[in-house]
């Protein structure tokens, strides 16, 4: 069997695969290492959550350029971005590239749920027959890759050694340069505002229909509970108005404003994002005491959870400290919202 059996993809499949390269261990397929129009578009459609779920590609063994015996060997995840992102840091380099199989999940969550691991790095080594290609017994990976992998495992199991590589991509030819070993700079994690706003995107377009839905069932209820008449609620502008700038808060303003939030805790910085929202609301709508505090809880409850669930994109926490951090607010943003919609109901009674 072939490496490109085992890649399972034909050399005419994708646009970036330009050929073949022949090996001991059977023909590999050469990708392309300049991106095109068509990856920069599979990037940007991902940004907004179109087709995201499509963006994989199979595991096995790549190449790019003219490796031989002597070219290094790296390892990514089969989330396309991943991959499109290492290919295109290799240009003008002979490499190998082992993709694994993490359900098409990017390096750094895939290594947090333990699909870029252990198990999986030593099975893709053997399924492809490396050992058969390269002669340097070593394989590179990403820095951000490293809680999945134990590599003394990878070394027993298969005379592997582990390099981790810096975390960003781009400084892969410069610490390939330099004999695989990283600077300091190069092992910084770097999340500036252009990195925090990376994410926003696809989340506005997931938190689009609940939002929509959210202000249908608000107008519903001030309509039953002032008149029984469906969509007859005059409050509508209110209910439109608060929602919407609670979605844009909690999508856009906590991640924004993440450094200079107060606290430690994503749900914490979420809430004071949404208080200070709700206040705004209170006075822009000139609503009564009553609907202006429900308003504030409602919008403090909304924003703390849009701020928690953006923990999975940043690398200012671990899978445990989401954890943790889960069972400590959930029920407190129950309650805070719980506590708010009665006071607002209460006051679409009157």
Known sequence: ?????????????????????????????????????????????????????????????????????????????????????????????????????TNGINVWCAAGKGTFGTEELVDRLKATGVDRIIRQKTVILPQLGAPGVAAHDVKQQTGFQVIYGPVYARDIPQFLQDGMKASAAMRRVTFNLRQRLTVVPVELVQRFIPAC???????????????????????????????????????????????WLPGRSFALKGAETGLVTGLILWAVFSVAKLEGIAIALLSTAACSYLGLMFTGSTPYTSASGVRYELRRAIPLQILAAGTGLVLWITTQLR
């Open 1 to 101: 069997m072939s490496c490109c059996s085992r890649t399972e993809i034909p050399a005419t499949t994708h646009r970036w695969i330009t050929g073949q390269v022949p090996t001991p261990a059977g023909d590999v397929p050469r990708v392309a290492a300049r991106l095109t129009r068509h990856d920069r578009l599979d990037a940007w459609a991902a940004r907004w959550g179109i087709g995201r779920n499509r963006l994989r590609i199979n595991p096995g063994l790549y190449a790019v350029g003219s490796p031989t015996a002597e070219s290094p060997l790296l390892a990514t995840a089969n989330y396309k971005l991943s991959f499109d992102a290492l290919r295109s840091a290799l240009d003008g380099l002979d490499a190998w590239i082992l993709v694994l199989d």
């Open 213 to 259: 839905l959210v202000i249908i069932a608000g107008i519903l209820i001030s309509s039953f509970a002032s008149s029984g008449v469906p969509f007859a609620s005059t409050k509508w502008p209110v209910i439109a108005g608060v929602v919407g700038m609670n979605y844009l808060a909690g999508i856009m303003a906590t991640p924004a404003l993440l450094p």
